[in-house]
């Protein structure tokens, strides 16, 4: 929707991408007035950019660029610049859509090529939902889930937790497909069953879903869905837990533990105050890293790790036993 935040977002990103194609250093301060925005929204959006490449997730395939001592460093070139594009009905049809929102007017020479290419393959596109033959995995879960949210109609996906090894099957009712912090996910319903006693909202993450088989079962989507979902609650009204990491830790940065400020003392330790919207997420990522962080406040968070630590411990004895 033009004027929403979203979409001035998305114009900064677009427009930013010309400054960054040839690898070098770049002012934020020069950066962030070409872009008409202040140094903190700009690192933002370079951090964003960071996430963002020409296909399937790959470090080998994303903008590369990182924020460093005031400066937009660029370590790459742009990813893709050297390939054709091609572009599948739906694929063609969504990104006529973004485009769109970030003002691209619909009689335009991109705007037609695209509708081009959606109208050619109007056959290919109506069968894609069906089956997703021909996509690649990302984008099939995502055209399977978007035509299940669609249509209004249940689904069977199979879906990872995070610190999970093995992945469970649920029958979810997908509400809405969004894009929050570099990643896309799917709120949905998940239905109880005699194997999940509870069902109720859930957040998935489209990375950790195996699969997605539509059923010929049919619901009603909620009628207070708000237009735009984040993944996550604003970091700044969040309650922090001040965890110190020893100084050898690695993955001590934004993208690991959003929302974090971390401060290096002379011992070569890192004191983070890490925001938090439940115990359990930051208990498990705490105690995943045992031996090298160590949680000093709140005491809740505190006992949260020693929770998760024994029922650890719990679970490895048993697989020994």
């Known amino acids: 929707m033009p004027g929403s935040p979203s979409a001035e977002r998305a114009r900064r990103l677009l ?17 962030a007035a070409l872009s008409n925005t202040d140094e903190a929204t700009l690192a933002a959006d370079l951090t964003a950019l960071s996430l963002c490449g020409a296909g ?21 070139e742009l990813p893709a610049l050297g390939r054709p594009v091609r572009l599948t009905p739906a694929e063609s049809r969504a990104l006529s859509t973004a485009l769109e929102a970030c003002g691209l007017p619909p009689g335009s020479e991109l705007a037609r090529r695209l509708a081009g290419i959606a109208g050619d393959g109007e056959t290919e596109a109506a069968s894609a939902p069906a089956d997703g033959a021909g996509l690649s995995d990302s984008v099939r879960m995502h055209v399977l889930l978007a035509a299940c949210a669609s249509a209004h109609r249940a689904a069977l996906v199979t879906y990872t937790r995070l610190g999970t090894a093995t992945a469970e099957e ?72 001040e965890i ?77 036993g």
Do not use: M, N, Q
């Open 15 to 31: 427009a930013l991408l010309p400054h960054l194609s040839r690898p070098g250093r770049r002012s934020l301060r020069d950066l």
């Open 56 to 76: 399937d997730p790959d470090p080998e395939d994303l903008v590369a660029v990182y924020v460093e001592d005031g400066s937009a460093v660029v370590f790459g």
């Open 170 to 241: 649920r029958t979810v009712h997908p509400w809405r497909l969004f894009f929050s912090r570099g990643t896309w996910y799917l709120r949905a319903w998940a239905v109880a069953d005699e194997e999940h006693p509870i069902g109720g909202e859930r957040t998935l993450r489209l990375d950790r879903i195996g699969s997605v088989t539509p059923t010929s079962g049919t619901f009603e989507p909620p009628v207070d869905l708000p237009d735009e979902i984040d993944a996550a609650p604003d970091p700044d009204v969040l309650p922090r837990a």
């Open 244 to 320: 110190v990491f020893s100084r050898d830790t690695l993955d001590l940065d934004e993208r690991s533990w959003p929302g974090s400020t971390f401060v290096r003392s002379e011992d070569g330790t890192v004191v983070a105050h890490v925001p938090y919207a439940g115990t359990r997420w930051i208990a498990r990522k705490v105690a995943a890293k045992l031996g090298s962080a160590v949680v000093t406040a709140p005491a809740d968070v505190r006992e949260a790790v020693r929770s998760v630590a024994a029922d650890e411990s719990a679970r490895a004895a048993a697989v020994d």
